[in-house]
């Protein structure tokens, strides 16, 4: 029976994305009738399997968005090598625990592998902590809780046993740009919103090492500090080599989210906007971005794999552990059971090697160039930020015409790009950070953009 089942999945699988560069790039259904028809009350008996992934698939695809597409420049969202996809396959198929080296050797040795390509790509301490988690804001999590027991430890508490309610204080610092998911993590993890003292950025949001350095001042108790490679927004980076020496000046721990920006590092000419990156304590990093894995899939390294583990491993006598050279794949991350997450990027990094992750991420920054390029040619179209990566902010005349042009350039279909205010300005965000999208797709969304505007 599986067979029939998963040659009917491949089949829809294959039919969409053998389509999917010529669909409308955003769903086109509207909620009522995708809940028309999708939902009805629960089935009290069985149904041909067969049949009801074709119905998933007919009744689900409106409602599905093109974001595997080349000409999806929404949030930050990679597509999925098609190598990648096979391996989420056989991942699902294989449907290992990622939990303990006893559930699967193979996914736990894979993780291994993995996790020293990961350093060895990106320049990073070999001997860092690698946990595989759903994304970069669990990333965040997991190395903010790292942070928290070590600048915490220093000072002679133990978090884990002791908690937060009577510990000495911990300063959490943050550019003013910082991504809503770190101070989620950090929210998680006992401070306030209230709590992070945000230091002044520059008109690229990029945190102003000498006001980082004025508000660390001469103290040196437990202190994290949250620096950042890629503003969601303009994709530039923090001044981590500045930061870095200011921080552990004071004995500060260095936070970098990393989500996209990190993977700049693997660029020979693209290093330099991440100067300094490999002496900060901890990294968190998405896959499901740039290295255009398929969902869920983030990244959470911690230099010193001791308060890494420290703040992740629990016990029972039941979760049987082996050696100290067996990885427990819990022991890295918030989650004890867990898919193969590891496996997709295996297979990507065997495919495509240091080459072909560097040329994907050199492609899409010289694409979304080419896209400031060809808008800023257009009269009242202007390009608000400094194109150092894959982010392009466009502005559209005025408020009311950005926003027009912004739901005209969805509705319309050719490519999909989505709103934001930046410096109190509404603008169009543009990611570039899909693996298949050409020159070509760039000129046909920047013509369909400025088609959108001319008619505004
Ligand atoms: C800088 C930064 N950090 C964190 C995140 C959150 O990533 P995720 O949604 O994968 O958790 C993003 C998402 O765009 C990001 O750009």
């Given at each position: 029976m599986h067979k029939q089942v998963l040659e009917t999945a491949h089949g829809i699988a294959t039919k969409y994305l053998d389509a999917v560069a010529s669909r409308?790039?955003?769903?086109?259904?509207?909620r009522a009738a995708l809940i028309g028809a999708l939902?009805?009350?629960?089935?009290s008996g069985a149904s041909d399997p067969v049949h009801v992934l074709q119905q998933l698939a007919a009744n689900a695809n409106p409602g599905i968005?093109?974001?595997?597409?080349?000409?999806?420049?929404?949030?930050v969202t990679g597509g999925a090598v098609p190598v990648t996809v096979a391996a989420d396959w056989i991942a699902s198929a294989w449907d290992?625990?990622?939990?303990l080296y006893v559930q699967s050797p193979a996914a736990a040795v894979i993780e291994d592998v993995v996790s020293g390509w990961i350093l060895e790509l990106l320049d990073l301490p070999r001997t860092a902590g690698v946990g595989f988690v759903t994304g970069c804001h669990m990333a965040n999590f997991t190395c903010l809780a790292a942070a928290r027991h070590e600048v915490l430890r220093r000072v002679g508490w133990n978090v884990e046993t002791?908690?937060?309610?009577?510990a000495p204080r911990v300063r959490v610092i943050a550019g003013a740009e910082v991504h809503i998911t770190a101070v989620g993590a950090l929210r998680y993890l006992g401070?306030?919103?209230?709590?992070i003292a945000l230091i002044p950025v520059d008109d690229?949001?990029?945190?102003?090492a000498d006001a980082l350095d004025a508000a660390l001042g001469k103290s040196d108790g437990p202190a994290i500090v949250c620096a950042q490679a890629?503003?969601?927004?303009?994709?530039a980076c923090d001044p981590l080599e500045a930061i870095v020496r200011s921080a552990h000046a004071r004995g500060a721990w260095v936070h970098v989210d990393?989500?996209?920006?990190?993977?700049?590092?693997?660029v020979p000419e693209l290093r330099s906007q991440v100067t300094?990156?490999?002496?900060?304590?901890s990294w968190a990093t998405d896959?499901?971005?740039?290295?255009?894995?398929?969902?869920?899939s983030g990244i959470a390294i911690v230099a010193d794999a001791a308060p890494h583990r420290a703040a992740m491993s629990m016990k029972a006598s039941y979760l049987e552990r082996g050696d100290n050279?067996?990885?427990?794949?819990?022991?890295?991350?918030?989650?004890s059971s867990r898919r193969s997450r590891a496996l997709p990027l295996y297979a990507l990094f065997r495919s495509l090697g240091r080459d072909g992750i560097a040329d994907i991420v050199r492609r899409n920054c010289a694409l979304a160039r080419r896209m400031a390029d060809r808008l800023s040619k257009e009269p009242g179209i202007t390009i608000?930020?400094?194109?150092?990566?894959n982010q392009v902010l466009v502005r559209f005349k005025d408020e009311e015409t950005t926003m027009r042009v912004i739901a005209a350039v969805q509705a319309e279909g050719t490519c999909w790009a989505g709103g934001a205010f930046w410096q109190n300005k509404q603008v169009m965000r543009v990611s570039v950070?899909?693996?298949?999208?050409t020159e070509e797709d760039i000129d046909r969304s920047a013509d369909a953009m400025i088609g959108c505007f001319r008619v505004s």
């Open positions: 409308h790039a955003g769903g086109t259904a509207t939902g009805g009350p629960l089935p968005v093109a974001n595997a597409g080349p000409r999806y420049f929404g949030f290992q625990n990622s939990a002791h908690g937060l309610q009577k401070f306030g919103t209230e709590e690229q949001g990029r945190m102003r890629g503003n969601v927004s303009t994709g990393g989500a996209f920006g990190l993977w700049a590092a693997t300094g990156i490999e002496a900060a304590d896959a499901h971005k740039w290295l255009n894995v398929p969902y869920d050279e067996e990885r427990i794949g819990m022991d890295w991350v918030p989650e608000l930020n400094d194109v150092v990566l950070s899909n693996w298949s999208t």
